[in-house]
């Protein structure tokens, strides 16, 4: 198939990952493409060269406008949607046998643009009133929406879902997060370090546990970084930088549990399963999509006062150290591979397009 795969454009795609929006389309576009597919991917002009790039800007958001996501800027705005209605018009007359969109773009959702291409939307957000309205007008036969848990769906659609509406859970390929039988006793968290993700909390919970956590992530949020989190390092808690995808995997195998931090409704924790393939049990926040997605490879800490949850997750931590390694790596074979996701989203094309 001539797949077009519409991006969104906050951050390039291209390794190292700033999160993991840009993590889904980089794999998503590989693996498409590993399995024969004629692949476009519609994103910022400096994604990775590897791939064929239509650019949707000629460089990422946060480049052109740094720190001004969710600020309501006339001008952020007016550039993205020039951006995003140029892009999907050019995917209408590219030849495409089907749309990937993981844009945030409202644009890509309209009637006359799904029923000139059969499109799959994939919701990688918890719902806001800016798409909201879009994504429900949207349904239709030849645009099939997905949503990464069945809590985010059920938060899309809390009177239920259409049938053009099924969780697309996310996969990866264990042989990039390779197995490793024992650990070294420590923790480890990794993603983007900002308030929402929580970095905090998990350096507060394992000083109370006496476990040396490492972090990895991107410190996009300066003001965060340099008041919050950088103040708590020190002793047992360190830094280890923002790794590129072998690097990281290899830092996470070392550890003996990763610790999943949500202060928001995650709608997957795309972080956890990639620890889980490496064998990490995780002690989560029980928040969003994080009890579905992990399951019996993990141990939970009520959401709630973060005093009260410094000490809950320091138990959380205790309990999923118990959990044998071996469950969290299985969980991920069966239930979340790169070849389960593929076989999913070739099955959505299929189902858009022959309808």
């Not at 089907?98 to 309209?110: A, C, F, I, M, T």
């Not at 972090?215 to 390092?233: H, I, Q, R």
């Not at 808690?237 to 999943?260: C, M, Q, T």
Request: aromatic residues 8%; hydrophobic residues 40%; glycine residues 10%.
């Amino acid at each position: 198939m001539r797949i077009a795969l519409l991006a969104h454009v906050r951050q390039p795609i291209a390794p190292p990952f700033r999160g993991g929006m840009e993590a889904h389309s980089w794999h998503l576009a590989e693996g498409l493409r590993a399995r024969g597919h004629d692949v476009v991917l519609f994103a910022s002009g400096d994604s990775d060269g590897r791939f064929a790039i239509d650019p949707v800007l000629p460089e990422h958001q946060e480049k052109s406008f740094p720190g001004e996501e969710h600020t309501g800027n006339p001008a952020l705005i007016a550039h993205l949607d020039a951006g995003y209605a140029a892009a999907c018009d050019r995917i209408a007359a590219g030849g495409f046998d089907v749309l990937h969109n993981n844009s945030l773009s409202r644009l890509p959702l309209e009637q006359r643009r799904t029923r000139a291409v059969p499109t799959v939307t994939s919701l990688h957000v918890p719902p806001y009133d800016a798409l909201r309205w879009f994504v429900q007008n949207s349904i239709s036969p030849v645009h099939r929406i997905t949503a990464t848990s069945h809590g985010q769906m059920h938060a899309w659609f809390p009177q239920g879902s259409p049938p053009e509406v099924s969780v697309l859970h996310n996969g990866v390929d264990p042989s990039a997060w390779p197995y490793r039988d024992h650990g070294d006793g420590s923790a480890v968290w990794c993603g983007r370090i900002t308030p929402f993700k929580g970095t905090h909390l998990a350096i507060r919970a394992a000083r109370r546990a006496g476990i040396a956590l490492t972090l990895f992530g991107s410190t996009e949020d300066t003001a965060y970084w340099e008041g919050v989190v950088l103040p708590l390092l020190g002793g047992a808690i360190r830094y280890g930088g923002h790794l590129d995808g072998p690097s990281l995997a290899r830092e996470i195998g070392k550890a003996s549990v990763f610790l999943f931090t949500p202060c928001w409704d995650e709608p997957f924790g795309l972080v956890t399963i990639e620890a889980m393939a490496c064998g990490l049990p995780v002690a989560s926040i029980d928040r969003g999509a994080a009890r579905e997605v992990i399951g019996e490879a993990g141990a939970f800490a009520p959401s709630g006062d973060e005093d009260a949850l410094e000490a809950t997750l320091a138990g959380a931590i205790a309990e999923a150290l118990a959990i044998p390694r071996r469950i969290a790596h299985a969980r991920v074979r069966q239930n979340f591979t790169q070849n389960l996701w593929l076989d999913r989203c070739e099955r959505l094309y299929a189902e858009a397009r022959n309808a």
